[in-house]
Protein backbone atom coordinates (compact mmCIF):
# COMPACT_ATOMS: atom_id res chain seq x y z
CA UNK A 1 0.00 0.00 0.00
CA UNK A 2 2.34 2.65 1.09
CA UNK A 3 4.76 1.56 -1.75
CA UNK A 4 2.16 2.20 -4.35
CA UNK A 5 1.18 5.12 -3.07
CA UNK A 6 4.69 6.83 -2.94
CA UNK A 7 4.30 5.66 -6.53
CA UNK A 8 1.33 8.00 -6.93
CA UNK A 9 2.65 10.81 -5.41
CA UNK A 10 5.15 10.68 -8.16
CA UNK A 11 3.02 10.16 -10.95
CA UNK A 12 0.48 13.29 -9.32
CA UNK A 13 3.64 15.67 -8.84
CA UNK A 14 4.52 15.12 -12.44
CA UNK A 15 0.90 15.33 -13.89
CA UNK A 16 -1.93 16.97 -12.21
CA UNK A 17 0.36 20.52 -12.70
CA UNK A 18 0.21 20.05 -16.53
CA UNK A 19 -3.50 19.19 -16.28
CA UNK A 20 -4.31 22.31 -14.74
CA UNK A 21 -2.66 24.23 -17.65
CA UNK A 22 -4.35 22.01 -20.49
CA UNK A 23 -7.55 22.44 -18.71
CA UNK A 24 -6.63 25.73 -17.84
CA UNK A 25 -6.19 26.51 -21.91
CA UNK A 26 -2.55 28.99 -20.19
CA UNK A 27 0.14 27.82 -18.75
CA UNK A 28 -0.71 29.19 -15.48
CA UNK A 29 -2.83 27.94 -12.35
CA UNK A 30 -6.10 29.22 -13.26
CA UNK A 31 -9.63 28.11 -11.16
CA UNK A 32 -10.67 26.59 -14.30
CA UNK A 33 -8.00 23.98 -14.78
CA UNK A 34 -7.63 23.09 -10.87
CA UNK A 35 -11.68 22.51 -11.03
CA UNK A 36 -11.36 20.54 -14.04
CA UNK A 37 -8.13 18.73 -12.98
CA UNK A 38 -9.98 18.35 -9.59
CA UNK A 39 -13.48 16.56 -11.68
CA UNK A 40 -11.17 14.10 -13.89
CA UNK A 41 -9.13 13.01 -10.68
CA UNK A 42 -11.93 12.27 -8.55
CA UNK A 43 -14.20 10.59 -11.16
CA UNK A 44 -10.74 8.44 -12.00
CA UNK A 45 -10.25 7.64 -7.84
CA UNK A 46 -14.12 7.30 -8.17
CA UNK A 47 -14.92 4.45 -10.36
CA UNK A 48 -11.29 2.69 -9.18
CA UNK A 49 -12.85 2.14 -5.73
CA UNK A 50 -16.64 1.38 -7.06
CA UNK A 51 -13.95 -1.54 -8.53
CA UNK A 52 -12.48 -2.62 -5.64
CA UNK A 53 -16.19 -2.85 -4.22
CA UNK A 54 -17.07 -4.70 -6.15
CA UNK A 55 -14.13 -7.24 -6.41
CA UNK A 56 -14.47 -7.95 -2.36
CA UNK A 57 -17.94 -7.35 -2.12
CA UNK A 58 -18.84 -10.41 0.75
CA UNK A 59 -15.48 -10.88 1.50
CA UNK A 60 -16.06 -10.06 4.84
CA UNK A 61 -19.41 -12.00 6.01
CA UNK A 62 -17.53 -14.69 7.40
CA UNK A 63 -15.31 -12.68 10.03
CA UNK A 64 -18.35 -10.08 10.43
CA UNK A 65 -20.23 -13.20 11.30
CA UNK A 66 -18.00 -14.36 14.35
CA UNK A 67 -17.87 -11.03 16.18
CA UNK A 68 -20.07 -10.48 19.34
CA UNK A 69 -18.64 -7.91 20.49
CA UNK A 70 -20.91 -4.69 21.46
CA UNK A 71 -20.15 -1.83 19.75
CA UNK A 72 -20.17 0.44 23.13
CA UNK A 73 -17.60 -2.40 24.45
CA UNK A 74 -15.24 -1.83 21.52
CA UNK A 75 -15.34 1.78 21.48
CA UNK A 76 -14.61 2.07 25.34
CA UNK A 77 -12.02 -0.34 25.02
CA UNK A 78 -10.23 2.22 22.82
CA UNK A 79 -10.93 5.15 23.72
CA UNK A 80 -9.19 4.16 27.37
CA UNK A 81 -6.27 2.90 25.53
CA UNK A 82 -3.45 5.21 25.89
CA UNK A 83 -1.46 3.68 23.11
CA UNK A 84 -3.97 4.44 20.60
CA UNK A 85 -5.04 7.34 21.92
CA UNK A 86 -1.26 8.29 21.22
CA UNK A 87 -1.13 6.81 17.86
CA UNK A 88 -4.19 8.74 16.90
CA UNK A 89 -2.24 12.03 17.99
CA UNK A 90 0.85 11.20 16.15
CA UNK A 91 -0.92 10.38 12.81
CA UNK A 92 -3.02 13.55 13.03
CA UNK A 93 -0.32 15.45 13.12
CA UNK A 94 1.90 13.43 10.69
CA UNK A 95 -1.03 13.91 8.43
CA UNK A 96 -1.33 17.39 9.23
CA UNK A 97 1.67 18.01 7.58
CA UNK A 98 1.62 16.15 4.34
CA UNK A 99 -1.63 18.16 4.19
CA UNK A 100 -0.23 21.14 4.55
CA UNK A 101 3.01 20.35 2.68
CA UNK A 102 0.38 19.47 -0.58
CA UNK A 103 -1.01 22.53 -0.10
CA UNK A 104 1.82 25.03 0.82
CA UNK A 105 4.42 23.66 -1.76
CA UNK A 106 3.22 25.25 -4.78
CA UNK A 107 3.27 28.48 -3.49
CA UNK A 108 6.57 28.16 -1.54
CA UNK A 109 8.63 26.33 -5.08
CA UNK A 110 6.66 28.92 -6.80
CA UNK A 111 7.65 32.39 -4.87
CA UNK A 112 10.36 30.87 -2.93
CA UNK A 113 12.27 28.59 -4.99
CA UNK A 114 11.06 30.42 -8.20
CA UNK A 115 10.57 27.51 -10.11
CA UNK A 116 6.88 25.68 -9.86
CA UNK A 117 7.49 22.60 -12.29
CA UNK A 118 9.73 21.31 -9.49
CA UNK A 119 6.82 21.00 -7.28
CA UNK A 120 6.76 17.04 -7.75
CA UNK A 121 6.74 14.77 -5.00
CA UNK A 122 8.69 12.38 -3.38
CA UNK A 123 9.41 8.16 -2.98
CA UNK A 124 9.97 6.13 0.08
CA UNK A 125 9.03 2.75 1.97
CA UNK A 126 10.62 0.09 0.48
CA UNK A 127 13.58 -0.26 3.39
CA UNK A 128 11.26 -0.47 6.42
CA UNK A 129 10.78 -3.94 6.25
CA UNK A 130 14.46 -4.24 6.60
CA UNK A 131 14.26 -1.83 9.37
CA UNK A 132 11.83 -3.56 11.42
CA UNK A 133 13.95 -6.71 11.53
CA UNK A 134 16.42 -4.30 13.53
CA UNK A 135 14.71 -1.47 15.39
CA UNK A 136 11.22 -1.46 17.04
CA UNK A 137 8.46 -0.18 15.21
CA UNK A 138 7.72 3.04 17.70
CA UNK A 139 11.16 3.91 16.88
CA UNK A 140 11.13 3.28 12.71
CA UNK A 141 8.12 5.86 13.36
CA UNK A 142 9.65 8.57 15.11
CA UNK A 143 12.86 8.05 13.66
CA UNK A 144 10.96 9.08 10.34
CA UNK A 145 8.99 11.63 11.55
CA UNK A 146 12.60 13.51 12.48
CA UNK A 147 14.24 12.60 9.52
CA UNK A 148 11.73 14.85 7.08
CA UNK A 149 11.71 17.26 10.30
CA UNK A 150 15.41 18.02 9.73
CA UNK A 151 15.07 17.93 5.81
CA UNK A 152 12.14 20.58 6.32
CA UNK A 153 15.03 22.76 8.11
CA UNK A 154 17.61 22.22 5.46
CA UNK A 155 15.16 23.01 2.53
CA UNK A 156 14.59 26.57 4.70
CA UNK A 157 18.31 27.23 4.64
CA UNK A 158 18.27 26.00 0.77
CA UNK A 159 15.47 27.38 -0.51
CA UNK A 160 17.32 29.42 -3.22
CA UNK A 161 18.50 25.96 -4.95
CA UNK A 162 15.79 24.14 -6.43
CA UNK A 163 17.22 20.94 -7.64
CA UNK A 164 18.97 20.46 -3.80
CA UNK A 165 15.39 21.47 -2.75
CA UNK A 166 13.84 18.68 -4.61
CA UNK A 167 16.79 16.34 -3.07
CA UNK A 168 16.01 16.95 0.39
CA UNK A 169 12.02 16.73 0.00
CA UNK A 170 12.92 13.27 -1.34
CA UNK A 171 15.07 12.33 1.61
CA UNK A 172 12.50 13.22 3.73
CA UNK A 173 9.71 11.82 2.56
CA UNK A 174 11.69 8.75 2.42
CA UNK A 175 11.15 8.77 6.09
CA UNK A 176 7.76 10.21 6.51
CA UNK A 177 7.04 7.12 4.50
CA UNK A 178 8.45 5.20 7.31
CA UNK A 179 5.44 5.88 9.52
CA UNK A 180 2.91 5.58 6.94
CA UNK A 181 4.36 1.97 6.02
CA UNK A 182 4.54 0.76 9.96
CA UNK A 183 1.36 2.50 11.66
CA UNK A 184 -0.93 -0.74 10.42
CA UNK A 185 1.61 -3.01 12.11
CA UNK A 186 1.39 -0.75 15.35
CA UNK A 187 -2.28 -0.71 14.99
CA UNK A 188 -2.77 -4.50 14.69
CA UNK A 189 -0.23 -4.61 17.82
CA UNK A 190 -2.71 -2.16 19.27
CA UNK A 191 -5.99 -4.18 18.59
CA UNK A 192 -4.40 -7.30 19.97
CA UNK A 193 -3.15 -5.35 23.51
CA UNK A 194 -6.50 -4.28 23.85
CA UNK A 195 -8.42 -7.20 23.46
CA UNK A 196 -5.40 -9.31 25.78
CA UNK A 197 -6.13 -6.73 28.91
CA UNK A 198 -9.92 -5.63 28.49
CA UNK A 199 -11.25 -9.35 27.09
CA UNK A 200 -12.73 -7.20 24.40
CA UNK A 201 -12.22 -7.15 20.61
CA UNK A 202 -11.93 -3.57 19.42
CA UNK A 203 -10.34 -3.92 15.78
CA UNK A 204 -12.96 -2.24 13.96
CA UNK A 205 -12.21 1.18 16.19
CA UNK A 206 -8.66 0.76 15.87
CA UNK A 207 -8.25 0.55 12.36
CA UNK A 208 -10.29 3.15 11.99
CA UNK A 209 -8.05 5.57 13.62
CA UNK A 210 -6.02 5.38 10.66
CA UNK A 211 -9.00 7.33 8.51
CA UNK A 212 -10.21 9.49 11.32
CA UNK A 213 -6.74 10.83 11.56
CA UNK A 214 -7.02 11.47 8.09
CA UNK A 215 -10.11 13.13 7.87
CA UNK A 216 -9.49 15.23 10.86
CA UNK A 217 -6.21 16.41 9.62
CA UNK A 218 -7.99 17.43 6.55
CA UNK A 219 -10.33 19.69 7.94
CA UNK A 220 -7.15 20.76 10.21
CA UNK A 221 -4.86 21.26 7.79
CA UNK A 222 -7.06 23.24 5.34
CA UNK A 223 -7.56 25.81 8.07
CA UNK A 224 -4.23 26.59 8.94
CA UNK A 225 -2.53 26.95 6.03
CA UNK A 226 -5.60 29.27 4.54
CA UNK A 227 -5.35 30.93 8.01
CA UNK A 228 -1.06 30.87 8.00
CA UNK A 229 -1.50 32.65 4.11
CA UNK A 230 -3.68 35.68 5.32
CA UNK A 231 -1.59 35.95 8.47
CA UNK A 232 1.14 36.54 6.52
CA UNK A 233 -0.81 39.27 3.94
CA UNK A 234 -0.93 36.90 0.70
CA UNK A 235 -3.46 37.82 -1.44
CA UNK A 236 -4.37 35.75 -5.14
CA UNK A 237 -3.49 38.13 -8.02
CA UNK A 238 -1.06 40.32 -6.49
CA UNK A 239 2.62 39.74 -6.58
CA UNK A 240 3.95 38.90 -3.55
CA UNK A 241 6.31 41.46 -1.36
CA UNK A 242 9.65 40.50 0.69
CA UNK A 243 7.59 40.08 3.76
CA UNK A 244 5.35 37.55 2.36
CA UNK A 245 7.81 35.07 0.39
CA UNK A 246 9.60 35.07 3.81
CA UNK A 247 6.53 34.42 5.39
CA UNK A 248 5.52 31.68 2.61
CA UNK A 249 9.16 30.04 3.82
CA UNK A 250 8.48 30.13 7.90
CA UNK A 251 4.66 28.66 6.90
CA UNK A 252 5.94 25.83 4.27
CA UNK A 253 8.77 24.69 6.42
CA UNK A 254 8.91 25.28 9.76
CA UNK A 255 5.48 24.44 11.11
CA UNK A 256 5.72 21.04 9.41
CA UNK A 257 8.65 20.43 10.67
CA UNK A 258 6.99 21.31 14.59
CA UNK A 259 4.03 18.89 13.48
CA UNK A 260 6.69 16.14 12.59
CA UNK A 261 8.50 16.33 16.09
CA UNK A 262 4.92 16.32 18.17
CA UNK A 263 4.28 13.08 16.10
CA UNK A 264 7.59 11.72 16.97
CA UNK A 265 7.31 12.41 20.72
CA UNK A 266 4.00 11.17 20.86
CA UNK A 267 5.15 8.46 19.74
CA UNK A 268 8.41 7.99 21.86
CA UNK A 269 5.56 7.74 24.67
CA UNK A 270 4.10 5.14 23.09
CA UNK A 271 4.36 1.86 25.89
CA UNK A 272 3.52 -1.01 24.03
CA UNK A 273 6.96 -3.88 24.57
CA UNK A 274 7.11 -6.00 21.28
CA UNK A 275 8.99 -7.95 23.25
CA UNK A 276 5.60 -8.99 25.36
CA UNK A 277 3.88 -9.52 21.98
CA UNK A 278 4.27 -13.24 20.87
CA UNK A 279 3.61 -14.01 24.28
CA UNK A 280 -0.03 -12.11 24.06
CA UNK A 281 -0.57 -13.10 20.66
CA UNK A 282 -0.35 -16.89 22.08
CA UNK A 283 -2.50 -16.14 25.12
CA UNK A 284 -5.44 -14.88 22.93
CA UNK A 285 -4.90 -17.53 20.31
CA UNK A 286 -5.86 -20.00 23.80
CA UNK A 287 -8.65 -17.60 24.65
CA UNK A 288 -10.23 -17.81 21.29
CA UNK A 289 -9.71 -21.77 20.65
CA UNK A 290 -11.22 -22.29 24.74
CA UNK A 291 -14.21 -19.66 23.36
CA UNK A 292 -15.02 -21.94 20.36
CA UNK A 293 -14.87 -25.30 22.13
CA UNK A 294 -17.23 -23.68 25.10
CA UNK A 295 -19.62 -22.92 21.83
Not at 58 to 68: F, L, Q, V
Not at 114 to 125: C, H, M, N, V
Not at 151 to 179: E, K, R
Request: aromatic residues 12%; glycine residues 6%.
Amino acid sequence: RSQLGSVAKIIAGYTLLPMVYLFGGEKTMTSKGMLLTAFVTTLVCFLLFENLYRATRGMDAEATAKESVKASDMIKAAVTSRPLMLVLLAEIARVITIFMIMALFPFFFKYVVGDPTKASTFFGATIVPFLAKKISKRNIYAAGMLLFAAMMFAMFVFSDNPTFVIMLACVGYFGYSWGDTINTAILTDISDYTEYKTGASCRAVVFSVYQLAVKISAVVSSSISAFGLQLIGYKAGVEPTAEVVAGLKNLSMFLPAALLVISAVCMFLYNISEKQMPEIREALAQRRASAEIAE
